[in-house]
């Protein structure tokens, strides 16, 4: 689960998204549940659109499915909540946040508030997590980046992402570990942000970088800015991999803007398709071969 976007991000601190001190007032607190909940609700949809993936009732709707999420965010809400649906769930993060005494007791207390209510989410797992004030009664936790993957040590119905798979070092090691790490048959739902994330008003400016000085940028911000691979290319390395893509673009960028960029863009996109160039984020749906 990727942080709540901002208008402008070039001041980066080079101290990871998830190791910054969580803010433990009540208005954040109730900021945090929101977001948690929408994301999982979020996840529960794109899985509802996945034939056979949901168990048809109305309680746990996850029973028995084995889901890993990438990049869960520093407060490990969504995943939880995954839990809650009946999931057994795994995460997996380079920069796994670790529990805050400060911030997650009160976190998982409104989030229990929350969905007291909800006939598909059960509470024994947020009551497992207070208790023991630690994730792992909920979800096993993994400090590994997406490149390495097959040193979680299972293997999952469903692997799924939010604004994750443009902050990875390398995608060819990436899909390479997602397709092994995803059963036979089983399914990938990832939405990725293609947008330079240091300004969202300018959402292509890292298209005018060469090589060099764009890896400098990504080391010096532990790829916080991005990443500038089109859609086109996560198709190739998904199908590379093994997987059957179905990609959905769904925000593109401001006409006059890409008017502005085309004669500043770098020789090696100056060849860009209009449909690459123009999608700034994208979901994709995979389809792991059941063989």
């Not at 096993?140 to 443009?166: M, P, R, Y």
């Amino acid at each position: 689960m990727a942080a709540p976007e901002t208008t402008d991000k070039r001041d980066m601190a080079t101290i990871p998204w998830n190791f910054r001190k969580q803010d433990s007032s009540a208005a954040a607190i109730a900021s945090a549940v929101t977001y948690a909940v929408q994301v999982a609700d979020g996840y529960l949809g794109w899985m509802r659109q996945v034939p056979g993936l949901l168990a048809e009732t109305d309680t746990q709707p996850l029973a028995g499915r084995r889901l890993l999420e990438l990049g869960p965010g520093p407060t490990l809400g969504t995943p939880v909540l995954l839990a809650c649906a009946g999931a057994d769930v795994a995460v997996a993060d380079r920069f796994l946040p670790p529990w805050d005494p400060a911030f997650h007791p009160a976190l998982f207390t409104a989030m229990r508030e929350a969905i007291a209510s909800r006939t598909d989410l059960r509470t024994g797992p947020l009551d497992a997590v207070l208790a023991a004030s630690a994730f792992a009664p909920a979800v096993a936790c993994h400090a590994v980046g997406a490149e390495q993957l097959t040193t979680v040590g299972g293997i999952f119905d469903v692997v799924v992402s939010n604004a994750v798979l443009e902050h990875i070092e390398d995608l060819g090691a990436t899909v390479t570990n997602l397709a092994a790490v995803t059963a036979p048959g089983g399914t990938g739902l990832h939405q990725v942000d293609l947008r330079d994330h240091r300004s969202f008003d300018r959402p292509l400016e890292y298209l005018t970088l060469d090589e060099q000085a764009f890896e400098t940028l990504r080391r010096g911000c532990a790829c916080e800015c991005g990443a500038q691979w089109r859609a086109s290319d996560y198709v190739r390395a998904f199908e590379s991999a093994g997987f059957a893509v179905a990609m959905h673009g769904n925000m593109f960028a401001d006409p006059a803007y890409l008017n502005d960029l085309r004669p500043r863009l770098r020789p090696e996109f100056a060849g860009l398709s209009e449909g690459d160039l123009t999608t700034i984020s994208a979901f994709f749906r995979l389809t792991r071969s059941a063989s």
